[in-house]
């Protein structure tokens, strides 16, 4: 059993930076892959970017790519996304995730989930 709670979201400008944290309980996190989520109003879950468990692997979606980095500490147990460059665009419930699986970028197989924190981009 894996408990994910998100923190760092917020109000900023375009063109600022928000770094979001994943606090993870339980000893299996650093075998689970990581992955953010994010959802706009009306609009489907899509994922960011996610991590493998060794963190050898990362994916990151084209409309967020050279703008996030993905990383994770498995010692704290912990995943950030830090997001620069931000957009109006970006504006969305941020969910962190993890799957007991070594990497994969399918929704289905992502098990855990946070609640969520907003991030809110204004232009």
């Known amino acids: 059993q894996v408990e994910l709670v998100e923190s760092g979201g917020g109000l900023v400008q375009a063109g600022d930076s928000l770094r979001l944290s994943c606090a993870a309980s339980?000893?299996?996190?650093?075998?689970?892959?990581m992955g953010w989520f994010r959802q706009a109003p009306g609009t489907e879950r899509e994922l960011a970017a996610a991590?493998?468990?060794?963190?050898?692997?990362?994916y990151y979606a084209d409309s967020v790519k050279g703008r996030f980095t993905i990383s994770r500490n498995n010692a704290k147990r912990t995943g950030y996304l830090q997001m620069n460059s931000l957009k109006p665009d970006d504006t969305a419930v941020y969910y962190c995730?993890?799957?007991?699986?070594?990497?994969?970028?399918?929704?289905?197989?992502?098990?855990?989930w946070g609640r969520g924190t907003q991030v809110t981009v204004s232009s």
């Open positions: 991590v493998s468990w060794s963190g050898d692997s990362i």
């Open positions: 339980g000893r299996t996190f650093s075998r689970y892959v």
């Open positions: 995730a993890a799957g007991p699986t070594q990497f994969t970028t399918a929704r289905a197989n992502y098990n855990y």
